[in-house]
């Protein structure tokens, strides 16, 4: 998320998170919680809904948030990582041992 939309957000705003504790990186929603102005950028924390147990507060790196509505046009390293995963075959093909 670039500088001017991460200072932008303000409380009950929805965005997506990319999960740093998956491998995966996956993109999970999340609703802003707190933001506290500082020089540069804010310091924002982020409520992400748990499928087990309470939800939890993280504080991610800007670059790991996008707005709910995804820009088609940004660009971000995780989301490219994810879309190169995705693309990658799932079995590796079987080998051919020659024998003597």
Do not use: F, Y
Request: charged fraction near 25%.
């Amino acid at each position: 998320m670039i500088r001017l939309e991460w200072n932008a957000l303000r409380v009950g705003h929805h965005v997506l998170v990319h999960d740093e504790t998956d491998p995966g990186l996956p993109l999970v929603p999340g609703r802003v919680a707190m933001v506290q102005a500082a020089p540069g950028s804010n310091d924002v924390a982020i409520r992400i809904p748990s499928t087990r147990g309470p939800s939890k507060v993280v504080h991610p790196p800007r670059l790991a948030v996008h707005l709910e509505d995804l820009d088609p046009e940004a660009r971000c390293w995780r989301c490219e990582a994810r879309h190169e995963e995705a693309l990658r075959p799932r079995h590796k093909p079987p080998t051919t041992s020659v024998t003597k």
